[in-house]
């Protein structure tokens, strides 16, 4: 059937048998769709979204209904007070940038109770090689961080330092980032927070959401977060939105954020939405399922790759916290092969060949693969790697299940040639 991709009936013949062994898995994942379905149709409707609000603003977009429909709508998804969505809101490292520094003050300590963070936020920090004249340290934020133990909170240490009533914002990185560790469910994220209430109701909690979103049946604010982020590139956008962001949380952590966006004295008020509104209500409308099909897509990678000798996290079994599966590939070759083989695997520029490069925000060389029809959409097929020990290949996304196997089908055959 796939040979006109150069994928070999072996490969096939496996790709076959480990579907069918995965069906009770994909069933959970349609369960978990359908509930985030449900609730996004719910919200629309709760709403009362329009064909007006997809209309859109330029210039200054003072107080433009679309904009606002669309704002009131992830409140009401995330069970928030409210909510900051905005194409001008360019990545998720930029919205949790906006973040920061809208919550934080010269002399206010950030404490990360997930470890080092992911590599370009540890430039917004000011922590890593890669220095800025503009990070928070350069603003006089303090930074402070706990590691989590064998993929857990580390609760005694946690509560401890909270207990002394000096720390501003705790921030909680939902997904792996470059690092080996398990990205964290909603489950484990609400009995922290629990943990963190016993012994401090003032402090910030915020969750970093990428990657997240839409994957269990929960969000963050629903078990006790004040703030989520994430980015519309990914989950979210589900591949139709183009651009953008959101934060989400308490009405007057929002405002902050906005200030810091905006201007003081403006915030929410102004933001043209530049014809965008259409494509962040479509892609919110097909998240669920898109994202049913990037969690899909992982799954079989997950067990495919392992029964060929890999090293894979999480296992095809497992719960999962977000849309990423690692493969732990042992040596550089074979983790450029795989990203060149989901490259080959795209509908767009594959004839290109990645290789590993500098990158900003980056302290490694990197290998990303990524033919998506939007530049920088990881919720599409895609697989990223820092050249460095052990070399893993990060992979997420797919739009569709089918889309998504043949691109690991192909970086398999690839990595096989």
Do not use: W
Not at 146 to 159: A, H, P, S, Y
Not at 330 to 344: H, P
């Amino acid at each position: 059937m796939y040979e006109v991709f150069g994928i070999s009936e072996e490969i096939e013949k496996l790709s076959t048998e480990v579907e069918n062994e995965l069906k009770k898995y994909y069933e959970k994942v349609d369960n978990i769709c359908k509930t985030n379905s449900i609730k996004v149709l719910d919200a629309f409707q709760k709403c009362n979204l329009q064909e007006t609000h997809l209309t859109s603003s330029t210039g200054y977009g003072i107080d433009e209904p679309g904009r606002n429909k669309i704002e009131e709508i992830y409140a009401h998804i995330f069970k928030a007070e409210d909510a900051l969505v905005r194409t001008q809101l360019i990545s998720g490292t930029h919205a949790l940038t906006i973040t920061l520094f809208g919550l934080l003050r010269p002399n206010d300590t950030l404490l990360s109770i997930t470890g080092e963070p992911y590599d370009t936020l540890q430039t917004v920090i000011g922590i890593g090689k890669d220095k800025s004249k503009s990070s928070l340290k350069s603003y006089g934020i303090n930074y402070e961080q706990i590691e989590l133990v064998n993929d857990e909170f580390d609760v005694k240490r946690i509560t401890e330092r909270l207990s002394k009533n000096d720390i501003k914002v705790v921030e909680i990185q939902r997904s792996r980032g470059y690092s080996t560790r398990k990205s964290l469910t909603i489950e484990k994220i609400e009995e922290i927070i629990k943990e963190i209430r016993k012994v401090n109701k003032e402090v910030i909690i915020m969750v970093d959401n990428c990657y997240g979103e839409f994957v269990q049946e929960k969000e963050p604010i629903e078990v006790g977060a004040d703030i989520a982020v994430g980015s519309l590139m990914k989950n979210l956008g589900a591949g139709i939105a183009t651009s953008g962001a959101y934060i989400v949380g308490k009405k007057d952590l929002i405002e902050l954020c906005a200030e810091r966006l905006t201007s003081p004295g403006i915030g929410k008020e102004i933001g043209p939405s530049l014809n965008q509104n259409p494509l962040l209500i479509k892609g919110l409308f097909f998240a669920p399922n898109v994202v049913a099909s990037s969690i899909k897509t992982a799954i079989f990678a997950s067990r495919i790759l392992e029964k060929l000798g890999y090293d894979v996290e999480p296992k095809y079994d497992e719960v999962r916290a977000d849309i990423v599966q690692t493969i732990k590939l042992g040596n550089e070759q074979d983790l450029v092969n795989f990203c060149q083989g989901i490259q080959m695997g795209s509908p767009i520029d594959s004839d290109v060949i990645p290789y590993p490069g500098d990158m900003g925000g980056y302290e490694d060389k990197v290998i990303m693969a990524a033919g998506t029809f939007t530049q920088g959409s990881t919720i599409e097929l895609s697989c990223d790697g820092p050249i460095r020990e052990p070399y893993i290949a990060y992979m997420q996304g797919g739009l569709t299940y089918d889309y998504g196997k043949i691109g690991i089908l192909k970086a398999i055959q690839h990595m096989k040639k």
